[in-house]
């Protein structure tokens, strides 16, 4: 089982689009995808269904007062591979409270994650910034898939970014082999406007080129129509559109990178990670 959390320091970048068309891609090629919503906000559930919107989720189970059966908030889709938690009733964490990344918290999720090891990989979406639940949902990933939009000055929040992620590295001890980073993926693409360019050189100048996906997700209005719809994007016409077809490149090279094939848990030399450090 592979963790794969996408994370962002800006809010809007298109990660919940990204969480909810990767996770479905990959689901079509075979791989079983549990996709978590790890923001309060719920933006996978906005984006599936109503109904999977009222459902308890995983801020539920991070409650110290529950008693449900994690595996029991799992929600199936219509395609077996592709399975869901909803982000849940997240006002019960704390009395309301932001949770801090603590030790505890880290082994809790651990805990949590490693009973849905019958999954070959969890997807998790979480909310912007880079602090609490998500710096500490981020330390006990496998790896980081980080979308960043294409518009101009985008770049300037990357140094900030991948500070953060050198920082918690560095926390996680020397010989920490995780998280590693999947890639950094720019989204909301026009065509070829030449912003898209700028962005990619100013990127390249910040961060080891093959740390930039080959694929892109173009902007496309078929996206908000998606989310309106309730749907992951390849599911809204009989005859896919565009806009799914960048997600099943960025399934393939993704699959590719986070080495999906081969167990998480071995043991294998990292060159992205040593780029990181
Ligand atoms: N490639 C795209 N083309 C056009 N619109 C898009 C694209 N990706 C996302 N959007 C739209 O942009 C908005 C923000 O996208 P999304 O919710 O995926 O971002 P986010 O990073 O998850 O935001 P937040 O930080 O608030 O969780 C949504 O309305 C979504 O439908
Ligand atoms: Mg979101």
Redesign the pocket.
């Known amino acids: 089982m592979t963790t794969l959390v ?1 994370s ?1 320091q ?11 068309n990767l996770a479905y891609s990959l689901a079509r090629r075979g791989w079983r995808v549990l996709l978590i919503d790890a ?1 309060p ?1 719920g ?1 996978v559930g ?2 599936l269904s109503e109904k999977a919107r009222e459902a308890k989720g995983f801020f539920n189970l991070l409650d110290p007062t529950n008693d449900k059966d994690p595996r029991s908030l799992i929600i199936s889709t219509r395609l077996p591979e592709f399975r869901l938690m909803m982000c849940g009733t997240a006002d019960l964490l704390s009395g309301g409270e932001e949770p801090q990344d603590t030790p505890e918290l880290r082994d809790q999720l651990r805990s949590l994650l490693s009973q849905f090891s019958d999954h070959d990989l969890i997807i998790v ?4 910034g880079i602090h609490g639940l998500t710096r500490a949902i981020m330390a006990v990933a496998d790896y980081l898939l980080l ?1 960043q ?1 294409a518009e101009p000055l985008s770049a300037r929040s990357m140094p900030r970014l991948l500070r953060h992620i050198a920082a918690l590295r560095k926390e996680l001890g020397e010989d920490a082999s995780t998280p590693r980073l999947a890639g950094l993926l720019l ?3 026009n065509g070829d406007d030449p912003v898209t360019g700028e962005i990619e050189s100013d990127l390249r100048g910040m961060l080891p080129s093959e740390l930039i996906l080959e694929s892109r ?8 129509n ?3 719809a309730g749907i992951p994007v390849a599911l809204l016409h009989r005859k896919t559109p565009e ?1 799914a077809e ?1 997600f099943d490149t960025l399934a393939a090279e993704v699959e590719d990178r986070i080495d999906l094939a081969k167990s998480s848990n071995e043991q294998e030399s990292d060159e992205y990670t040593r780029l990181m450090d």
């Open positions: 996408i962002s800006k809010g809007g970048v298109g990660k919940t689009t990204v969480a909810v923001d906000q933006g906005f984006s979406d979480t909310e912007a979308p939009q989204t909301m693409v997700i173009p902007r496309d209005p078929t996206f908000l998606a989310s309106r806009a960048s």
